[in-house]
């Protein structure tokens, strides 16, 4: 099994760290915040962000870049607005030519970069495999039934990230188009405020289907614009995600 590290342990973070443990490999959990780290070694649960799910004790929880260091997949879970900051404070601590698995969503607001994008700037020559989808953390943590999206340029990286990621409960699936996953994750959002508008509004289901309908419709002819795929964003990026931000309480 693949030593792996997680960086950032926010919910969604925590969630795929305990998630990748159970399927058998190595996996180091890396904080932003020492005292973050303390807590969660001490209690073994990530009470801010993942309340009520164990963390694993086969989960290694640190504060050290260099201790997440050493791994073959490094898989990076950092807010998009914090993962410039994050890169500028570690990026010279973790190992070139690993294979890298972006797990954020969003646009950069200053550079109008996606978080694969962000991330290249700091490893020459690297391929980033972006896996997405309708997966809310606290549900994937506590072993509900799944599906996402990994995608990159390099077919045969998504298909190694693809075996790495599944289980039976954890269904991935795999593309090559990284722009259109990317932006289906980011551009959603803009349709899941309408739709939380709508509901307070007093809007009924009918309304919130033309909305989702037709917003998806608005966001795939941007994306096709931006070079993404008009399929994409009919599968679990695009449609699944959108109906999971748009119906459900978490948002």
């Not at 904080?31 to 004790?57: H, M, W």
């Not at 990284?178 to 551009?187: K, N, Q």
């Not at 998806?216 to 449609?239: D, N, P, Q, S, Y």
């Amino acid at each position: 099994m693949a030593p792996i590290s997680v960086i950032g342990a926010g919910g969604w973070g925590t969630a795929l760290a305990i998630h990748l443990a159970a399927q058998g490999h190595a996996v180091a959990l890396w904080c932003a915040f020492e005292d973050l780290a303390l807590r969660l070694n001490e209690k073994r649960e990530n009470t801010q962000f993942l309340p009520g799910v164990s963390i694993p004790y086969g989960v290694k929880i640190t504060a050290s870049a260099p201790d997440a260091a050493d791994a073959e997949l490094l898989v990076f879970a950092v807010p998009t607005p914090y993962i410039r900051e994050t890169m500028v404070r570690i990026g010279r601590e973790l190992p070139q030519g690993r294979i890298m698995v972006s797990v954020s969503k969003g646009i950069e607001v200053e550079s109008l970069l996606r978080p694969s994008q962000i991330l290249e700037e700091f490893f020459a020559d690297q391929r980033p495999v972006v896996l997405s989808g309708p997966s809310h953390a606290e549900e994937v943590a506590r072993k509900l039934p799944t599906s996402v999206v990994v995608a990159c340029r390099d077919r045969r990286q998504a298909t190694r990230v693809q075996r790495i990621f599944s289980s039976p409960l954890f269904r991935v699936y795999s593309s090559g188009d990284v722009t259109g996953v990317e932006l289906c994750g980011a551009l959603k959002n803009v349709i899941g405020i309408a739709s939380g508008i709508s509901d307070g509004l007093g809007f009924g289901d009918n309304s919130k289907a033309a909305l989702l309908t037709r917003g998806l419709a608005e966001i795939a002819r941007l994306g096709v614009a931006l070079g993404a795929r008009e399929e994409t964003f009919r599968g679990l990026a695009g449609m699944g995600d959108l109906i999971t931000t748009c119906v459900s309480g978490f948002g």
